[in-house]
T-cell receptor, first 115, second 112 residues
Framework: AQSVTQLGSHVSVSEGALVLLRCNYS??????LFWYVQYPNQGLQLLLKYTSAATLVKGINGFEAEFKKSETSFHLTKPSAHMSDAAEYFC?????????????FGTGTQLKVEL | DAGVTQSPTHLIKTRGQQVTLRCSPKSGHDTVSWYQQALGQGPQFIFQ???????QRGNFPDRFSGHQFPNYSSELNVNALLLGDSALYLC???????????FGPGTRLTVL
């Protein structure tokens, strides 16, 4: 079964510092991987996705992620954190069946950005 | 272009009651998926509708049922509500069964 694991339920960084949120996946087939962001009392917004093309994926708001098959990882990074980045971030893997496609999410990482 | 919309925004029910949540997909999308997000957790897949039929289902009891209408909008019904059903219910639409999913703002259900 395909799954993702997010290491660190809470991450705190200073404004301007590097953001690194970790995600490892388990999949018997080449995975489609996603990062979503969720602001308080809102739905999920797609930050970026990996669909077996380039291994370095650039997303919105300056975020990027690198797919590393040897490490089964898809970590999310941003060179310089901004206060507006404070939110919850979810890594997800797409699970394809005969019926369709469903997303399996990690448990989330709450990002706090401090002055 | 309106994105995915959901109604109501918030809902309070008591144990044993029944609830219906509604979702209108993004224009051009024909597939709707529903997810349950308990407090402090990641979303969990409930089921997916395409061509007015449930095509796949997650690990949820039969108390959870759904419907898709000819205009592709969808309803999620939950019967015999339990306290544990309190959660944010997210609807996602996609251009087809295998396409990228776009999420709505969710409906916050509180069961007392």
């Amino acid at each position: 079964a395909q799954s993702v694991t997010q290491l660190g339920s809470h991450v705190s960084v200073s404004e301007g510092a590097l953001v690194l949120l970790r995600c490892n996946y388990s999949s018997s087939v080449p995975p489609y991987l996603f990062w979503y962001v969720q602001y308080p009392n809102q739905g999920l917004q797609l930050l970026l996705k990996y669909t077996s093309a380039a291994t370095l994926v650039k997303g919105i708001n300056g975020f990027e992620a690198e797919f590393k098959k040897s490490e089964t990882s898809f970590h999310l990074t941003k060179p310089s954190a901004h206060m507006s980045d404070a939110a919850e971030y979810f890594c997800a893997v797409s699970v394809f069946t005969g019926g369709g496609n469903k997303l399996t999410f990690g448990t989330g990482t709450q990002l706090k950005v401090e002055l | 272009d309106a994105g995915v919309t959901q109604s109501p925004t918030h809902l309070i029910k008591t144990r044993g009651q029944q609830v219906t949540l509604r979702c209108s997909p993004k224009s051009g999308h024909d597939t709707v998926s529903w997810y349950q997000q308990a407090l402090g957790q990641g979303p969990q897949f409930i089921f997916q509708y395409y061509e007015e039929e449930e095509r796949q289902r997650g690990n949820f009891p039969d108390r959870f049922s759904g419907h898709q209408f000819p205009n592709y909008s969808s309803e999620l019904n939950v019967n015999a509500l339990l306290l544990g059903d309190s959660a944010l219910y997210l609807c996602a639409s996609s251009p087809d069964r295998f396409g990228e999913q776009f999420f709505g703002p969710g409906t916050r259900l509180t069961v007392l």
